[in-house]
């Protein structure tokens, strides 16, 4: 997965980069990392994209609004 696939299928899943984080259960600052293009995004968190993707964000993964 690319940075820039990557950016847009968090646009897909959060509002923004703390919401995005707090989904996949990683640190904002590793987030922005990925987006950037500064290090590689890890299989485990691609296949975690691609499934949220696909089958949606399960609601009790959502932050309350």
């Not at 968090?10 to 923004?16: E, M, V």
């Not at 975690?48 to 959502?62: A, C, D, I, T, Y």
């Amino acid at each position: 997965m690319t940075a820039e696939q990557f950016k847009t299928a968090i646009k897909g899943l959060a509002d923004n980069y703390d919401d995005a984080a707090a989904l996949l259960g990683i640190g904002r600052r590793s987030l922005v990392r990925y987006a950037n293009d500064d290090i590689k995004v890890p299989e485990y968190l691609r296949r975690l994209v691609v499934m949220f993707q696909k089958h949606g964000v399960p609601r009790e993964f959502r932050r309350a609004a």
